[in-house]
């Protein structure tokens, strides 16, 4: 896959879902456009239900990573969003965290095809298993 996942980090309190971010990354040779992508989340052993679509999306051109934060940013009970130098910002709006526990498995997918997966683990150093 050409997107892909290179770092999660849940939110140390559920209520502040703006500190809960990935980091992805067009690994492929090109550009990614990820507008309509479905969000998928599910729980370790239970089937995931889509939770939103990317709308508008991003584009990443090869070797581009973004900073994907799941909270709404000007919502103050979210929480601060994380910055990264040299890396954009993308918020998904969701209302809830995505990620809850070890196992946790989130998926970007297109027309029920597969794009991007990730297995949370945070006894890693990037979060990934």
Known sequence: MALVFREAHAAPD???INEEWFILENAGAQSINTGG??????????RGSVLGVIDPGFMLQPGEKILVVSGVPGKKSHGDPPT????????????????HGDGTLLRLAMNQVEVAR?????????GIA
């Open 84 to 99: 990264r130098e040299g890396l954009r910002t993308y918020h998904l709006f969701q209302r809830d965290a995505l990620l």
């Open 118 to 126: 990730l297995v949370y683990d945070p006894a890693t150093a990037t």
């Open 37 to 46: 992508l479905q969000v998928i989340a599910a729980r370790k052993g239970k």
């Open 14 to 16: 559920k209520k502040k």
